[in-house]
Each structure stands twice: as structure tokens, then as C-alpha cells.
């Protein structure tokens, strides 16, 4: 079911008097200004993927290969021809399973994948603002603000980056980069050793 996405408009022409009057003459004048909240659905493919690790535990998989060690899921090369039954597939798993322990992650380059359970649909306000003026008898020029924000936006991250921070991996790399400045200055070649030599004395 598509959700509600509202939207409000509003026009005026003023009738001010005096100096305003003069710069905005009714009936010469309209401003406009508006709002809108426009709905986003993702797609069930997000679902799919993030839910079920990319499906990975949904279903089973087989292979059938040329190969000469005749293991279940191979077959001689040339030994296959037109309405032959077709050897034994190799079947992971084995069995059909609705869950599988983490250690078969392994298999296929896969990793956990989840996604946050309270996550919310995602949508996009818009506003704008506009001043229209006529001058003469043929043109009237327009001047007009519109803006846009994204709330709720999704996106996908993975939580064992490298966090070279807190780890000490950044300090180590500043340090590698002013062993290598001193050592070429003092004639060491490039090396990133610590060699013991100061800055100070170059």
C-alpha cells in the first residue's frame, strides 16, 4: 500500500498601499510558496540481500564440471552426449537446510551480512518560494527558491573496517614516512627502518 505524501500550495497576490504598494501594485504581484513530502520505497532486492545474505541460505546449490577424478559433480571430458542421463550433481549443501552453521561462510567469498531492525521507510521534503512581478505590459520575471532534504536515506557500511585510529596504525604511518625522509637525507636509501638518526641533525 503507497503511504499518504502530502503536499500544500499557496498563492497571493497583495494589495499593500504606500511605498510597498508601489513595489508590489496589486493585481501586478504573485507570491507563491509550497511544500511537499514525497515518499521512497526500496525495493525488495535490499531486503533479499541484507536479510538473507544475498540468499545464500535459501537455497541450494550444484555444480557439474569436466574433470578426470570422477568425484560426484564431474563427468569425463567427452563422455556426455544427447538424451544421456546426466551424472550426479555436487549439491551444496548437501541437503536442503533453512540455516547453516557460520562455518560454511567460507564458501563462495560470503560474509554475515544484517540489517538494522528498526530501520524507517525514507523520504524527501521539498519547499520553494517564488516572487513574480510584471513589469510592462509583456513580461513578467520570476524569482524563485526551491530546496529538497533526504531523511531516512539508506545505506550500507561495513562494521570491521579498519579503524586506524584508535589501533595506532596512523602514528605508525606518519612515523614509516619520517624514517624514510631522514634515512634518504642522510644517505640510508629508502628505507622506512628506524635507523636511530634525528631529524635535528640533517
Not at 117 to 129: A, S
Not at 145 to 167: D, K, P, Q, R
Amino acid at each position: 500500500m503507497n503511504p499518504c505524501k502530502p503536499a500544500i500550495a499557496l498563492a497571493w497576490s497583495p494589495g499593500a498601499s504606500g511605498f510597498l504598494g508601489k513595489l508590489f501594485p496589486k493585481g501586478k504581484t504573485v507570491i507563491r510558496t509550497g511544500w511537499s513530502l514525497r515518499n521512497y520505497q526500496e525495493g525488495a532486492q535490499n531486503f533479499w540481500a541484507y536479510t538473507s545474505n544475498q540468499g545464500l541460505f535459501f537455497f541450494q546449490q550444484g555444480s557439474l564440471s569436466p574433470d578426470t577424478t570422477g568425484a560426484v559433480g564431474t563427468f569425463q571430458p567427452g563422455s556426455l552426449f544427447l538424451g544421456q542421463t546426466l551424472p550426479a550433481y555436487a549439491l551444496f549443501p548437501p541437503t536442503w537446510s533453512a540455516a547453516l552453521p557460520a562455518s560454511t561462510l567460507s564458501f563462495g567469498g560470503n560474509s554475515f551480512w544484517a540489517m538494522n531492525p528498526n530501520v524507517r521507510q525514507p523520504y524527501v521534503e521539498q519547499w520553494n518560494f517564488g516572487i513574480q512581478r510584471e513589469l510592462g505590459s509583456g513580461s513578467a520575471p520570476e524569482v524563485r527558491y526551491a530546496g529538497n532534504m533526504g531523511l531516512h536515506t539508506w545505506m550500507s557500511y561495513n562494521i570491521n573496517e579498519v579503524n586506524i585510529f584508535e589501533n595506532g596504525f596512523l602514528t605508525e604511518f606518519k612515523n614509516a614516512q619520517n624514517n624514510l625522509t631522514i634515512n634518504k637525507a642522510s644517505g640510508k636509501g629508502n628505507s622506512f627502518a628506524d635507523n636511530g638518526l634525528q631529524a635535528e641533525s640533517l
